[in-house]
């Protein structure tokens, strides 16, 4: 009874520390903030912009377009945290959004972190978030908080594999029995498919284009296999012989053979981890084969491109940018079930 009585004056948080964004799920009400992990600051005092209020997508739409005397920052990079102090007052600003009305509780919460992530790293995540307001604070690897949240039985003796494409970072792993059997990851992610646009406008078109403005073109004509109907898109740039902004209609396919490149050395990072992979539980992965989340499982037909470059079957999750976010609440919603998995003050920090 006490324990149903404190959820509902305590909201308990499942975040989603990501490099692109960072997601909050209140045990409850589902995933209540989705915004880019971007804050931006006034150069000279290092102060976040609007009173702290420059974080998340306000602050996103200032990359690339700052004057001299603001910067707009992601404090993560890479799938690990590269500026502290920034990483901890955007994490402050999410938590007091996510938690509103119930301002002044601590709620316990769940992080799923970057596998990367260094035990210093760790306990700066974990103070950080103590800091931002936070009651009793655990952290989980981001695979297994993906597994959990795409619903796949990594209890059983079974093997599950997950594979996140994120914004910095791919994470892959094969989990069974509750544990991460193998797990590998790569800096090869969303914005490197980006920045692969980019290069390859100012080759082919000799256009030079902004990585947000790569960014769109891959989520409009992006893709990883032939599309039943190719696509163009007109892009404006600026043209680098002649400093002038020119337009280009660029098709589907070549912007394909753009990512293909980067796309094999995340199937490299795939088939790696398969072959460290128990020979007992290879064979169960051509059968229950793997899941796709994060941003990058939306590129079109990546599920079919990496079931014939791996030999897996893969599948991409229902809402995959949200699956991490999802199963950091599965995680507190059955705390006592998952705990022994999850890094706590006591454990291992
Ligand atoms: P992170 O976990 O690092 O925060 P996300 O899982 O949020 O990353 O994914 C962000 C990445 O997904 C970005 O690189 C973004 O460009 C990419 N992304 C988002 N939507 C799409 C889409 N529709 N097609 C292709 N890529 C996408
Ligand atoms: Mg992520």
């Not at 007109?234 to 680098?240: A, M, S």
Request: proline letters at 5%; a neutral charge.
């Amino acid at each position: 009874m006490f324990h149903r009585f404190q959820q509902w004056v305590s909201p308990s948080l499942g975040i989603d520390l990501g490099t692109a964004n960072t997601l909050i799920a209140v045990l409850g009400s589902g995933v209540v903030v989705n915004e880019p992990s971007v804050v931006a600051l006034a150069k000279d005092s290092r102060r976040i912009l609007g009173k702290g209020t420059a974080v998340g997508k306000l602050a996103r739409q200032m990359l690339g377009r700052t004057p001299d005397t603001i910067s707009a920052v992601c404090p993560l990079s890479e799938g690990v945290i590269t500026d502290f102090k920034l990483c901890e007052a955007m994490l402050k600003y999410f938590v007091r959004k996510a938690v509103g009305k119930h301002r002044g509780f601590r709620p316990r919460t769940v992080i799923a972190v970057p596998g990367r992530i260094t035990p210093v790293e760790k306990r700066a995540v974990f103070h950080s978030a103590e800091r931002a307001g936070a009651g009793r604070v655990y952290l989980i690897e981001e695979p297994r908080a993906a597994a959990i949240g795409a619903g796949l039985p990594i209890s059983e003796p079974v093997a599950s594999m997950i594979c996140d494409i994120g914004g910095g970072t791919t994470e892959v792993a094969v989990l069974s029995l509750g544990d991460i059997v193998v797990s590998k990851s790569t800096r090869i992610a969303g914005e490197h498919l980006d920045q692969a646009i980019v290069d390859y406008l100012r080759r082919q078109y000799s256009l030079k284009i902004g990585i947000q403005t790569a960014e769109q073109i891959k989520m409009e004509i992006g893709s990883a296999w032939r599309l039943p109907q190719e696509k163009t898109l007109e892009v404006r740039g600026l043209d680098i012989v002649s400093g002038v902004p020119r337009k280009a209609v660029i098709t589907s396919e070549e912007i394909r053979q753009a990512l293909l490149r980067i796309l094999e050395e995340i199937a490299i990072c795939l088939r790696e981890t398969v072959e460290q992979c128990p020979a007992e539980l290879i064979s169960d992965l051509a059968e229950t084969g793997m899941v796709l989340t994060g941003g990058g499982a939306l590129i079109r037909g990546i599920d079919t491109y990496l079931t014939e470059q791996i030999g897996i079957p893969a599948r991409i999750d229902n809402d995959p940018m949200t699956t991490v976010a999802r199963g950091t609440a599965i995680c507190l919603e059955h705390l006592p079930n998952w705990k022994h998995v999850l890094m706590s003050d006591s454990g291992d920090l």
